[in-house]
Structure formats: C-alpha cells, structure tokens
C-alpha cells in the first residue's frame, strides 16, 4: 500500500502515461490526469482517474489539476529528436517551460514528491554500444536533449528548495502496447504500422546504430519504485541494459509478419545519437529494478497493432 494518496499525471493520456495511471490506480491511488491531447487520446484515460484537458504551460489549469495532490509525475513532452531539430523553438518551450510553470505551481502546496520523465537524450552520443551510467558525459546533440537536461538542472535545483523530493528517470527507447504512430517516435512501432500495411520499414543510415530498448510495463515497473522509495536528488537511468541495433529489429519483424520483404534505406537525420544503452546498476542497486524481458519482446505490440484500424 502507498503511503502517497493523490497522484498527478501530467501526459497522463498519453503511451507511457495511461500506462502508468493504470498502475497507479491499481496500487489505490486517486490519480488527475492533465493531458492537453496534443498526441494523448482521450479514450485512454480509466474512468478511475480524473481527467482535465490542458495546457502544462497554462498556470491556471496547472493549479486545478495539482488540487489535493501530494506526488507528481511529469510527463508531458513533445518526444521527437528528429522535430526538435527544425521546432526548437516550441520544442524549449513546451519541454522546458511547462516544466518551470509546474515547478512553479508546486511552491508551498504540500507535494511530496515528485518524479521528472527525462531521456537518453541528455547524454553525449556513445562511440561504442557500451552501456552508459547516469555520470556519463551529458552533452546533448539534439535540441530535445538540451531541453530535457535544463528540465532535470531545474527540477533537482527548485524541487530540492521546494521541499517536493524531485526525482528524475531518464528513459531509454521505450516500446510496447499502446504507442501512437508517428513519424519521428518508436521505431518499432513504427515498423509493425508499415509492415501490417504491406509496406517496408524504412530504415535510417546504416542501421548498425545500437539502442537500449525497454517495454512500458518495465518503465511504468520503474516509475513507481522511484514514488515507493525515498530517492530524493537521485537521477536513474531506466533501460534494458541491452544493445539492439535497428538492423535486427526490422529483421525479426520482417521475418514475424512479411518474410522476404527487403527494407528500404535512407540518409540519417540529424541530431539522433549513435548508440545510446543504460547502465542500470545504479536503480538496480538502489530500488531493486529489473528488466521483465530478457530480450526484445513485441508480439504484445504486434497483437496490439493487428487489432486497430489500419
């Protein structure tokens, strides 16, 4: 049983947060979901939670959601390296200043925690497809990852003086049930879209670029041990532990839903890292996290996919 009654989700509508609303729902928490739909889907809100429509970066509807709460979740984000190339602009300012007007709006209101969704991303491109510990260079190459790293500097500074215990989980390449197609986000689900609908995975470069890729429920599994244990000031990295390079994910989908189709090729965007996999031992060590899946595992995002509307 949580010793924490009152939950905020923010992006609770969307692919990791419902996830996450479910699970805090299930642990006998109320949950308020703020999500202005922008990606979330509204149909993805429990009928448990309490749901209010909006803005991160409108005080107002901040103040109104963080009614009664004693721990935060901050999800809300635009997720896209690739559009934060060219959107740098709406990208700092949805990224980093939502984050500083829900930091604001949590002086003096009796928080008691509260957990900050960060990124792979803030980290310096790896040469080797070793995996990196959170005191790994931090020198993003995508505007996203700058944003994300002022957001976590911000958090730990004014959560700490704020007395909300801040906590920040970087999260690596998430995937699994539920994630909305799109260009820019979730090679894999992308991948099942294409190739349900008779078409090839596209892939960028060279392929050989390694990721860390971990399931929602292991994200979601981590999130809450971050709210279960004291971790005040600490910066977890929250992964797999495990290289998978493009190149063999479009192989096992091929192979799984259409053999013999070839992949398509194309030029590697900018601002995207190289490799990018987690040293988990320090949330291992400390909140006794550990991956459920001892391999990449998305026949629950095929059998998923196989069931929407194409």
């Known amino acids: 049983m949580s010793t924490y009654e009152h939950a905020l989700v923010t992006g609770g509508a969307g692919f990791i947060g419902h996830h996450l609303v479910h ?6 928490l109320s949950v308020t979901v703020l999500d202005d739909l922008s990606v979330g889907m509204r149909a993805n809100v429990p009928a448990g939670a309490t749901f209010i429509e909006g803005d991160v970066r409108d005080p107002g509807t901040v103040a109104q959601a963080l009614a ?17 190339v060219d959107g740098f602009l709406r990208d700092a300012d949805v990224n980093l200043m939502g984050t500083l007007n829900l930091l604001e709006a949590l002086r003096g209101r009796g928080v008691r925690k509260a957990v900050l969704a960060s990124s792979m991303a803030v980290y310096a491109d790896s040469p080797r497809p070793v995996p990196v510990p959170e005191s790994y260079l931090t020198a993003p190459i995508s505007p ?11 958090w730990l500074l004014i959560g700490s003086s704020f007395g ?4 920040v989980l970087r999260f ?35 392929g050989e670029q390694r990721r860390d890729f971990v399931h929602v429920d292991d994200i979601v599994a981590a999130t809450v041990l971050a709210l279960e244990h004291e971790t005040p000031g600490a910066v977890f990295n929250v992964g797999s532990g495990r290289p998978t390079s493009v190149n063999e994910i479009a192989t096992a989908l091929i192979r799984e839903l259409t053999p013999g189709m070839k992949p398509e090729n194309a030029a ?16 291992r060590e400390a909140l006794g996290y550990e991956p459920s899946r001892p391999a990449v595992d998305f026949a629950d995002v095929i059998a998923y996919m196989r069931d929407e509307p194409q």
Not at 23 to 28: A, D, E, I, P
Not at 144 to 151: F, I, N, P, R, S
Not at 164 to 167: F, M, R, W
Request: aromatic share 8%.
């Open 164 to 167: 909300v215990g801040p906590t």
């Open 144 to 154: 996203y990852g700058v944003a994300k790293l002022a957001a976590e500097q911000y």
């Open 23 to 28: 699970s805090l729902l299930g642990r006998g």
């Open 68 to 84: 009664g709460v004693d721990c935060v979740f901050h999800l809300a984000a635009i997720v896209s390296i690739r559009a934060s």
């Open 172 to 206: 690596f390449n998430t995937y699994g049930p539920g994630q909305t197609p799109t260009p820019y986000v979730g090679v894999i689900t992308i991948f099942v879209e294409r190739l349900l609908a008779g078409k090839s995975p596209v892939v960028y470069g060279d």
């Open 268 to 283: 590697a965007p900018p601002g995207e890292m190289r490799n990018a996999i987690a040293d988990i031992s320090l949330i």
